[in-house]
């Protein structure tokens, strides 16, 4: 039994001396400097994006939310409120169609004297967006938003403060445009146009801009 | 399970809908409407923002009622003096309520602005008529539910070369379009106020709105009788002092706060609790023969702190405010203010008419004729 297993080892042994020795044609790991096959490399990279296209990302993006307002308005005919909203941006079906969940916070801060009236919108949504345009560096989306408002309205005149809350569900078009930054970050504007569904009727258009990150 | 999703698109989401457009309709409402604006309370400059319950509203998104709407436009009224004429141009208020408990909340400025407007000329239109019940300006003003607030009037002052857009001010403005008297009211926007803009005062508001009461209880009466003004008296200037006075002194009732106009501008000489006097100074500027020198504030604050001592010495401003509201139509007929068709007067006539109105409460009258003679100066000789 001692003699085979020591006539197994004596052959694996040479068998493998003969293979290193063998002249080496094609390297297990290309060297680095070579430029031949820095090629393959790059061949590499661009399947490996093809495969990042289809994740989520996050976004952080800062702006205004526009209200229409027939008596007084701080641009053409809108009122503004200054914020932001969070995001994520989620690949469903098929690569080129997302799903875009969003919490936002706008706020207007309207005085006149010493009365205050500070209205806020605390916004929670969802766009569906079908990718367009699909470049390298840019791609151009076009939607559907719907808006789930929580509204709170304070006045405020001296030290008193008085307030009211209401619900409102808005909807309409939507368009997003994404520029490539670095690789995992990209730099994103977001616009839109939204009706409430309930009385009164008005037009509200929302315009942010910031960052989306890979995940 | 495609019963369940049959249920749902059929029955659930035209539920929804339809909840959604009858829980937020703002448009239709029957009754008194309660929302909140910003009252004063008890005290001096003391506010609360609370529930008001308006009591003559037909449409709350509009802002419009029995007592008027609340109106705004954004171009100049002077440079398009169309707008005022026709009212083409002049848009209700753009508003948004909110809903606390069982009380709307204005959701932005100028819904709280067109709150206040309307709940202000109400309060004016119940008080004079909770004085008065004979003086029901629904029946005595033609159109009165078309009287017009607009809200952030855009009107110039000043002379060509230096007109500038009136700013910090409230106005009632009634304007002749044919046979037809439209009365407005504008609210300036605000730029120096530091304090309650005049728009949301409601003692300022009211003044206004006693200028529109004197226009129809005395202005348009003597109009349709032919009445004529004297010179042998200063009747022109001693009529815009009492028109002022008057004013600020049902302002006053209307708020319960003697100093309501320096919760807008605090350093004005207009608190009716400080006592002033028909001096000599005073009364020369108001006989004097120019506008220049002539300010219908001065003589009128003079005749508000007067009313309001009598008020409180008599323990009852509704007596006086009653009494008030008398002479301004009583002014055609009493003896010391009028004769053959012929108005001719001064502050001293007006204060025998008046006392003459009160002489139905003896107490209140002699304690009217006492504050004459203590402030009328050569006004009160004779008295």
Redesign the interface.
């Known amino acids: 039994m001692n003699k085979y297993v020591f006539l197994l080892f004596i052959t694996i042994t040479g068998v493998n001396s003969v293979f290193a020795r063998l002249p080496k044609t094609v390297p297990l790991l290309p060297p680095r400097e070579s430029g031949g096959v820095a090629n393959n490399i790059k061949s590499k990279t661009i399947n490996s994006r093809e495969v990042k296209k289809d994740l989520m990302t996050a976004g952080v993006e800062i702006g205004t939310l526009m209200r229409s307002?027939?008596?007084?308005s701080d641009l053409l005919g809108m009122?503004l409120f200054v914020g932001g909203r969070v995001s994520l941006n989620i690949p469903v079906m098929f690569s080129s169609f997302y799903l875009t969940p969003s919490i936002g916070y706008f706020r207007?801060n309207?005085?006149?004297?010493?009365?205050?009236?500070v209205?806020n919108v605390f916004e929670g949504g969802i766009k569906a967006q079908y990718r367009f345009v699909d470049r390298n560096n840019f791609n151009w989306s076009l939607g559907v938003a719907n808006r789930f408002d929580y509204?709170?309205?304070q006045?405020?005149?001296?030290n008193?403060?008085?307030?009211?809350?209401?619900f409102r569900?808005r909807v309409g078009p939507s368009s997003g445009l994404q520029f490539k930054v670095s690789n995992n970050l990209k730099f994103t504007t977001d616009l839109e146009f939204t009706v409430p569904?309930?009385?009164?009727m008005?037009l509200f258009g929302g315009l942010t801009t910031g960052l989306a990150f890979d995940l | 399970m495609l019963s369940n999703i049959t249920y749902f698109v059929r029955f659930t989401v035209p539920s929804l809908f339809l909840c959604f457009l009858l829980g937020c309709n703002q448009n239709a409402l029957l009754g008194p409407t309660s929302i909140t604006v910003i009252q004063p309370s008890a005290g001096h400059c003391q506010y609360a923002i609370a529930p008001a319950t308006f009591q003559t509203l037909d449409n709350m998104q509009e802002m419009r009622g029995k007592v008027g709407r609340v109106l705004h436009s954004s171009k100049n009224l002077d440079e398009n003096p169309e707008i005022l004429r026709t009212g083409i141009g002049l848009k209700p208020v753009d508003t948004e309520f909110f809903k606390a408990e069982n009380s709307y909340v204005p959701a932005d400025l100028d819904t709280l602005f067109a709150a206040s407007l309307y709940y202000s000329v109400e309060l004016g239109y119940l008080q004079t008529k909770r004085l008065d019940p004979n003086i029901d300006l629904a029946l005595i003003v033609p159109n009165f539910s078309d009287t017009r607030f607009v809200h952030r009037a855009i009107r110039s002052s000043g002379g060509y070369g230096s007109r500038s857009e009136k700013s910090d001010n409230a106005e009632y403005f009634p304007l002749k379009v044919g046979s037809t008297l439209l009365n407005y009211f504008f609210s300036y926007p605000t730029e120096e106020v530091k304090d309650i803009p005049l728009g949301l005062n409601m003692g300022i508001m009211n003044h206004e709105f006693t200028h529109m009461v004197f226009q129809h209880l005395f202005y348009e009466p003597g109009t349709r009788r032919n009445m004529d003004v004297g010179s042998t008296k200063p009747t022109a200037h001693t009529l815009a002092a009492l028109d002022e006075g008057n004013a600020d002194y049902l302002g006053f009732l209307a708020v319960q706060d003697p100093g309501y106009f320096l919760c807008s501008f605090p350093y004005e000489n207009r608190d009716l609790g400080r006592p002033k006097a028909f001096t000599t100074d005073v009364i020369s500027r108001i006989e004097s023969g120019s506008d220049d020198a002539f300010d219908p504030h001065e003589g009128g604050a003079v005749w508000a702190a007067i009313q309001y001592e009598i008020g409180q010495t008599l323990g009852n401003h509704q007596v006086v405010g009653k009494s008030l509201l008398r002479l301004m139509s009583n002014i055609l007929d009493c003896p010391s203010t009028s004769s053959n068709n012929t108005l001719n007067f001064n502050f001293g006539d007006l204060a025998r008419c008046h006392t003459n109105i009160l002489s139905s409460d003896s107490r209140a009258q002699q304690i009217a004729r006492q504050v004459y003679q203590k402030y009328l100066g050569s006004y009160g000789a004779g008295l």
């Open positions: 307002d027939s008596t007084s009122q207007k309207q005085s006149e004297g010493s009365v205050a009236v209205q509204l709170f309205s006045i405020k005149v001296y008193q403060s008085s307030g009211g809350q209401s569900y569904v309930t009385s009164p008005r």
